[in-house]
């Protein structure tokens, strides 16, 4: 009977996170706790831009018919950083992915000219000058 309880125990915390993202394209998760989209083809690992320009990047970004794209929160961003994992630090949901820091819309609290970033590499979190290019994964809002 232990052996059962286990076994639920081990395969509902295995597949909860599965349950949470589902690819609805070669290009797209849907985050079903957070109700956005995320961006996940091939430009999600190799655009590297500073700041400003991510926010364009992302007010620019059309996948299929999905448009209005923007810049993920900090909490949104490090939601899907998985602790189990290193280079990269990613849910595993995730294909398209750079072991670089990756920009959030989230200012950092003593100054406009910098704001958070995850690095997808290790997961750990920073705050960098606006004027710095990283790398950028958009996402939209499920409407």
């Known amino acids: 009977m232990y052996k059962q309880i286990a076994v639920f125990f081990i395969s509902f915390f295995i597949t909860t996170e599965v349950i949470a993202y589902e690819k609805i394209s070669g290009n797209v998760i849907v985050d079903k706790d957070l109700g956005i989209y995320w961006q996940d083809d091939s430009a999600a690992g190799e655009t590297s831009e500073d700041w400003e320009d991510?926010?364009?990047?992302?007010?620019?970004?059309?996948?299929?018919d999905l448009?209005?794209?923007?810049?993920?929160?900090?909490?949104?961003?490090?939601?899907?950083?998985?602790?189990?994992?290193?280079?990269?630090?990613?849910n595993s949901a995730f294909e398209s992915v750079s072991n670089d820091r990756y920009w959030t819309q989230t200012p950092f609290a003593t100054t406009d000219s910098r704001a958070w970033n995850i690095n997808f590499g290790t997961g750990e979190t920073y705050y960098s000058y606006k004027t710095t290019n990283q790398s950028v994964r958009c996402v939209k809002d499920i409407k």
């Open 54 to 64: 991510s926010v364009d990047y992302c007010k620019k970004l059309k996948i299929g």
């Open 67 to 90: 448009a209005g794209w923007r810049l993920p929160t900090f909490q949104e961003l490090f939601s899907i950083v998985d602790y189990t994992k290193y280079k990269p630090a990613i």
